[in-house]
């Protein structure tokens, strides 16, 4: 009896077996349809480049093998892919087809580059930068995103970083060894035959009544609104030119006035001579 009841375990559990083996050989040769979670161990591998599911790391994602790996992210189910995320041959992992949107910060521990030319924000010195490569670096700011910029950062030809379409505005100490200003007009108009030139008089009188040379800006105007550099230095060299015009009449004076006190000299000299 014992015996006999021996047997039909075995053969129950020959039965079971022989079930099991027959299920995994029916998923390893089919696709199946899970519609709940699947929980495993250890890793999950598939495929024959070695592509991984791994917990080594905690939880990971490794893929691995012959070919170039890639991830593909798509809404429509008969498109390859709306975005891929793959590793190129020179280790440079790249999006594309579209784009990355983060809603917190992007840290990388070293550069991180984009586009063709050699765009770089590097961090070897500190922080950094980089725009490099055949065309012309140039970084836009707008605050308007129908438009293709307010105000241009660019590199010209010639090695000069220059500002396209708005202005600058430095709040603190603008320090160079040179600073090249391109006013619209100058000063030597003063030279002009027809220019009239203010008497010492009036000069003398606008300065008693207002405080100031004529043309020069007050003291209160210039605290609230600054100056423009160009037309102030026109204004200060149009002073200075009227100073050399003063100053050439007041030596034709002078010389004047010595050949005056000669002739009276030589007057006198006469006089006592005939005494």
């Known amino acids: 009896m ?20 027959t299920i995994t050989c029916k998923l390893t040769a089919q696709d199946q349809t899970i519609n709940g979670k699947l929980t495993v161990a250890e890793s999950i591998k598939w495929g024959s480049t070695g592509a991984i599911l791994n917990t080594d790391q905690g939880a990971s994602i490794e893929l691995r093998g012959n070919g170039i790996p890639y991830l593909d992210f798509s809404n429509d189910p008969t498109i390859d892919f709306d975005l891929r995320l793959i590793l190129r041959g020179d280790n440079l992992l790249s999006f594309e ?30 922080a950094s930068i980089e725009l490099r490569g055949t065309g012309i670096p140039y970084l836009d700011f707008s605050n308007d995103p129908t438009t293709d910029f307010d105000m241009r950062l660019i590199l010209r030809d010639n090695n000069t970083l220059g500002v396209s379409g708005g202005n600058m505005a430095i709040d603190g100490a603008l ?32 300065i008693q009544e207002k405080g100031h040379l004529v043309n020069i800006p007050p003291e209160k105007e210039v605290i609230e609104n ?6 102030m230095n026109m204004k200060l060299l149009l002073k200075i030119e009227e100073l050399t015009l003063y100053t050439i009449q007041q030596e034709k004076e002078i010389k004047r006035l ?6 009276l000299d030589e007057i006198e000299k006469f006089i006592a001579n005939k005494k």
């Open 2 to 21: 014992k015996n006999k009841t021996l047997k039909t375990q075995i053969m129950k559990n020959l039965l079971f077996l022989f079930l099991i083996l």
């Open 97 to 126: 087809g579209g784009d990355i949107k983060m809603s917190n910060k992007l840290s990388a521990r070293q550069s991180i580059s984009w586009g063709n030319t050699g765009a770089l924000l590097n961090t070897d010195q500190g």
């Open 175 to 206: 320090k160079a060894k040179e600073i090249e200003v391109k006013p619209n007009v100058w000063a030597d108009f003063v030279f002009n035959e027809d220019y009239k030139l203010p008497t010492l008089e009036e000069v003398e009188n606008h």
């Open 226 to 231: 600054g100056i423009h550099l160009g037309e």
């Open 258 to 263: 010595k050949s005056i006190e000669k002739r």
